[in-house]
């Protein structure tokens, strides 16, 4: 019965993401990892297919469901069913380590700071900083700047990025400094890579799904549509809406700025401070075709 329950669990890994946890619950299940672990050789087929198994849902995990820290997490309890295979524990072996490897490039763009007590990350798992925490599924919106002054012969640099999520919480990171400031905007590069890298993702696919759903949505001063963006243009008395299709639609990036127009009226024209407005770097992608 507790293989069923395995062979059962490994027939649905590949449409249903497993879990840690119920893979753990299903081993544990009537001690079926304890009882195959001490069975003695004759049983080899038996121990064989539970690793088998396992190792499926494990793959399934990494090829289905892109997680591959949950699939090296798994293929762990495989190894206690391979004592008597040689070959197979090899086999696990090198999955192992092609795991280690997938896990290792796609964290390589993670960043990771430290300002005082409270540390600073934005990560495969989302954004934190000391206690507040957003999970890059739950980031909804993103904006980032480098903000200048000069008060005599002192420059200073604000560093300013913000996160977005659910229910208006928000993970606020931001520093000023006057000294070593290639190492500061070193920094302050890692987290916008990685920002763009982990969070931008699944913003800005949030963002197309609720315009491809006919939702109008607010970035600044502009109106963002399915089909296309609607400006506000001042008249000698009051201002009036003009919308420019996707199609005519002209972005840059300048001084910190998203500078949107509209190709064919001069006077449909917008700027976004990207370390002011929320998401000011998704029209950009929209504009550009992305």
Not at 155 to 181: C, H, N, Q, Y
Not at 222 to 231: C, H, M
Request: glycine fraction near 6%; include cysteine.
């Amino acid at each position: 019965m507790y293989k069923r329950q395995l062979r059962k669990a490994a027939g649905e890994s590949e449409n249903t993401k497993p879990t840690l946890a119920g893979v753990q619950s299903v081993l544990s299940n009537g001690r079926l990892d304890e009882i195959l672990s001490l069975l003695p050789l004759a049983f080899y087929g038996e121990k064989q297919e539970a690793a088998t198994l396992v190792r499926s849902m494990s793959i399934d995990a990494h090829n289905h469901h892109d997680d591959a820290d949950l699939a090296k997490a798994i293929l762990q309890f495989a190894f206690a069913f391979t004592a008597t295979s040689p070959s197979l524990q090899q086999r696990l072996k090198d999955d192992a380590k092609a795991l280690d490897e997938r896990i290792a490039a796609a964290r390589k763009d993670e960043a990771h700071l430290r300002f005082g007590d409270a540390a600073c990350s934005i990560t495969r798992e989302g954004v934190r900083f000391g206690q507040k925490f957003i999970s890059a599924d739950d980031a909804s919106a993103l904006r980032w700047g480098t903000v200048v002054t000069q008060s005599g012969a002192v420059r200073s640099f604000a560093f300013k990025m913000a996160v977005g999520g659910p229910r208006g919480s928000e993970v606020k990171i931001e520093w000023t400094a006057t000294k070593d400031l290639d190492a500061q905007r070193d920094h302050f590069g890692k987290l916008i890579n990685a920002a763009l890298t982990y969070l931008m993702p699944r913003i800005f696919a949030s963002i197309k799904e609720r315009l491809d759903n006919n939702q109008r949505l607010k970035i600044g001063d502009l109106v963002l549509t399915k089909s296309g963006v609607e400006f506000a243009v001042q008249g000698w008395f009051t201002s009036k809406t003009v919308v420019c299709p996707w199609s005519r639609l002209v972005s840059s990036l300048e001084n910190g700025e998203v500078q949107i127009s509209d190709s064919q009226n001069r006077k449909a024209t917008a700027r976004l401070a990207m370390h002011e407005v929320d998401n000011a770097f998704v029209v950009h992608l929209l504009a550009q075709g992305a």
